[in-house]
């Protein structure tokens, strides 16, 4: 049929612009102004591009969908989008140049008189009924269009001939299609995003729940440790010999407790903070004269081989990356019950900088490395799991990853990769 293949071109010019806007928009969480402007700015490439692939029927009148994104532009960007949208429109159009500018002109006076209307009667209509008020606007449009055309048709060649009457008849479907193609495409869109941030946050919730769930079981065994010996010191029959014993297990069930709200309160807090240019050279000698005292505790000894003559700079919060290094070096040292060897090997590969942590200790089941990083787990008896988390965490706001080797009754290596500046 006339005409109509121009038209479907017109139609996959929007659907993909639509498509654009998807890949553009879905993940972003930028501020409705952003939003607006990338709306206009599809709204105009579409309404241009149609423009310049149109079907001409009569003199000065040329035909395609640029009604179509025009309208979409004002349900979905609001009336700045409309106002500017219409300016390129109507420039573009004069550009062109025909008798049909006029009537362009006076169609965009009437769309956007009734439009006014519209909001003012029905001032929830547009909003919420944006499908409704799209497929009533496309209508009217069309119906103006097509008025406008006839009667050029009429004073031109005295009457409508049958192939422009089938091709007016196909201009109004396939701009309605269109317009029901697109509002379907753009409300499943938004459906799916709001349907994404509320599972989003359905997870954040259960997450928060068992996190919370987790440090209530985890404190309350210490203090339930406590209030049972404070019932016990409190009654006549205990002998005085054991008053210090209990008052020593009850400190150090206290001193669990709060190494937990600790643990707890870093993760709450483990995002980069200030950050500067860091010597790595001298904070992980600093991280090794630190953790010395524990590894000659527990019968360790720390071996640090660094393959660069000269570290680079990272630029990062230095107590946040030096929490994270002893984290995992403590849990290497504790790691090995009857001694053994921590080696800190340091050096560059690519563009990233590697810090290996490797001990002699136990070791891990690859199901155990699967759950490191997780709330509240540890191979530790009287761990929490707290802390590794707070390293991962750590690291990945850093754009860096933990990777684990590990054999079980063999030992561990913890390769901490971060992007060199």
């Not at 009924?129 to 799209?134: A, I, L, N, W």
Request: proline letters at 2%; aromatic letters at 10%; one cysteine or more.
């Amino acid at each position: 049929m006339v005409g109509v293949s121009t038209l479907l071109v017109n139609a996959f010019i929007i659907i993909i612009c639509i498509l654009f806007y998807q890949v553009s928009w879905m993940d972003r969480t930028d501020e409705k102004a952003h939003n607006a402007i990338l709306i206009f700015l599809l709204a105009t490439v579409a309404t241009v591009l149609c423009m310049t692939f149109p079907f001409h029927v009569s003199l000065g009148y040329i035909y395609d969908l640029r009604l179509v994104p025009i309208i979409l532009c004002f349900l979905y960007g609001g009336y700045r989008s409309l106002f500017f949208t219409s300016i390129v429109y109507l420039t573009y159009r004069y550009y062109l140049g025909g008798a049909g500018f006029y009537a362009s002109v006076l169609l965009c006076l009437i769309l956007v008189f009734i439009i006014f209307i519209l909001q003012y009667v029905f001032p929830g209509l547009i909003r919420k009924r944006k499908m409704v008020t799209g497929m009533f606007l496309i209508f009217i449009a069309c119906t103006i269009f097509i008025i406008f055309s006839i009667f050029n048709e009429i004073k031109i060649n005295n009457g409508i001939s049958d192939i422009i009457t089938q091709f007016f008849i196909s201009y109004a479907v396939i701009n309605l299609f269109t317009m029901w193609l697109s509002l379907y495409l753009i409300e499943a869109m938004i459906e799916r995003k709001k349907l994404k941030e509320e599972m989003n946050r359905s997870e954040k919730m259960r997450i928060i729940g068992e996190l919370a769930a987790s440090v209530a079981h985890e404190i309350r065994n210490p203090l339930t440790v406590v209030h049972g010996f404070m019932q016990l010191l409190g009654s006549d029959k205990i002998q005085e010999s054991k008053k210090e014993e209990y008052l020593q297990i009850m400190m150090a069930e206290l001193n669990r407790a709060q190494s937990i709200i600790t643990d707890y309160l870093s993760l709450a807090k483990s995002e980069i903070g200030t950050r500067e240019q860091v010597n790595m050279e001298q904070l992980i000698q600093q991280i090794v004269t630190i953790v010395s005292p524990l590894a000659l505790l527990n019968g360790v000894e720390i071996r640090c081989s660094i393959s660069m003559t000269e570290l680079p700079y990272l630029h990062t919060d230095p107590e946040k990356i030096k929490q994270c290094l002893i984290n995992i070096m403590k849990n290497g040292i504790e790691a090995m019950t009857n001694g053994g060897i921590l080696q800190v090997n340091v050096h560059k590969r690519s563009d990233d900088f590697i810090i290996d942590i490797i001990d002699t200790g136990i070791g891990m089941t690859s199901e155990e490395i699967k759950q490191l990083g997780m709330p509240f787990y540890s191979t530790k008896e009287k761990g929490t799991g707290l802390g590794t988390m707070v390293c991962y965490s750590i690291i990945r706001g850093l754009n860096g990853k933990i990777e684990v080797t590990s054999q079980k009754g063999k030992g561990t290596c913890f390769s901490i990769i971060i992007p060199a500046c």
